[in-house]
T-cell receptor, first 109, second 113 residues
Framework: GQNIDQPTEMTATEGAIVQINCTYQ??????LFWYQQHAGEAPTFLSY??LDGLEEKGRFSSFLSRSKGYSYLLLKELQMKDSASYLC??????????WGAGTKLIIKP | IAGITQAPTSQILAAGRRMTLRCTQD?????MYWYRQDLGLGLRLIHY???????GKGEVPDGYSVSRANTDDFPLTLASAVPSQTSVYFC????????????FGEGSRLTVL
């Protein structure tokens, strides 16, 4: 079966750095996506990786290793507004998105 | 403002009743999707449409139906609601079926009693 694993919850301190990991086992691979979802709101797109390596976008970076079936989302200079759930999703060989359950990130002052 | 509009935002429904969740987008996206989101689970695809006039079944299609008569609208119908269909429903769209960047509506919270 297809599976996306990510931690259920993480806690970090304002101003610090946090890394959210995602491992996947899917039938084929056509890209990995990270979405942010604030409580009670819709998910919004953060990043996309299809080749190995690091993609940087402001305070957020996303890394991919296809051989290891592994990705992480790195958030720097954490702000209170970064408190949200972070969803990892992989596009399989049929171009269908397979979603992880999400990681709830709690930022403390 | 361009985007996706869902209605209703919230609804309480008696079991056995028929319900249609509406979804409209004005971005001229080809692909549209319906997901349900339940606590502790990832988003699960109910039905999708790669282009107007075509639809397909996702991971959890039973008890739901969709239609795609035109590019903009993609309603989701529960023919006879059951309590297990209590969930938050998200409609989403993408430029085409190969594109991973989805744009989501604000969600419809449905409670079936």
């Amino acid at each position: 079966g297809q599976n996306i694993d990510q931690p259920t919850e993480m806690t970090a301190t304002e101003g610090a750095i946090v890394q959210i990991n995602c491992t996947y086992q899917t039938s084929g691979f056509n890209g990995l996506f990270w979405y942010q979802q604030h409580a009670g709101e819709a998910p919004t797109f953060l990043s996309y990786n299809v080749l190995d390596g690091l993609e940087e976008k402001g305070r957020f970076s996303s890394f991919l290793s296809r051989s290891k079936g592994y990705s992480y989302l790195l958030l720097k200079e954490l702000q209170m507004k970064d408190s949200a759930s972070y969803l990892c999703a992989v596009k399989d060989s049929n171009y269908q998105l397979i979603w992880g359950a999400g990681t709830k990130l709690i930022i403390k002052p | 403002i361009a985007g996706i509009t869902q209605a209703p935002t919230s609804q309480i429904l008696a079991a056995g009743r028929r319900m249609t969740l509406r979804c409209t987008q004005d971005m001229r996206h080809n692909a549209m999707y319906w997901y349900r989101q339940d606590l502790g689970l990832g988003l699960r695809l109910i039905h999708y449409s790669n282009t107007a006039g075509t639809t397909g079944k996702g991971e959890v299609p039973d008890g739901y139906s969709v239609s795609r008569a035109n590019t903009d609208d993609f309603p989701l119908t529960l023919a006879s609601a059951v309590p297990s269909q209590t969930s938050v429903y998200f409609c989403a769209s993408s430029a085409d079926s190969d594109t991973g960047e989805l744009f989501f509506g604000e969600g419809s919270r449905l409670t079936v009693l």
